[in-house]
């Protein structure tokens, strides 16, 4: 992890962005690339290219991993580009198709769904 850059260091990169921004605010899973869940996030804006997420520790995260984002549940190949103290950039590598959430989470909703 110590080959990223700062935020503050990748702040004038911001107007050499590929890809146009948008601000986004939905919620987020990470998993470790096999498949194992590692925690929530919020996708604070998103690109063609890559993200801004929040809500997590930024040095807990891997350097890639695989980000589920809702509520459409879209997975995405990622790779941090920088950390801060309150998030860290990413960018989309590919699509993680064949990712799924793990059984114990798709049981639980069976479940549930079953009890109503």
């Known amino acids: 992890m110590s080959g990223i850059p700062s935020y503050s260091e990748t702040a004038n990169m911001r107007e050499r962005r590929k890809n146009f921004r948008v601000e986004w605010n939905s919620p987020g899973k990470i998993?470790?690339?096999?498949g194992r869940f590692v925690r929530l996030c919020i996708v604070s804006n998103i690109s063609n290219g890559g993200a801004r997420i929040t809500g997590v520790e930024p040095g807990a995260v891997p350097d890639e991993f695989i980000l589920r984002i809702f509520p459409h549940g879209r997975t995405h190949e990622c790779h941090v580009t920088w950390r801060s103290k309150d998030g860290?950039?990413?960018e989309f590598a590919g699509d993680a198709k064949g990712i799924r959430e793990p059984a114990i989470g798709r049981r639980q909703k069976r479940l549930s769904s079953a009890v109503v």
């Open 88 to 90: 860290l950039g990413v």
């Open 31 to 34: 998993y470790h690339r096999n």
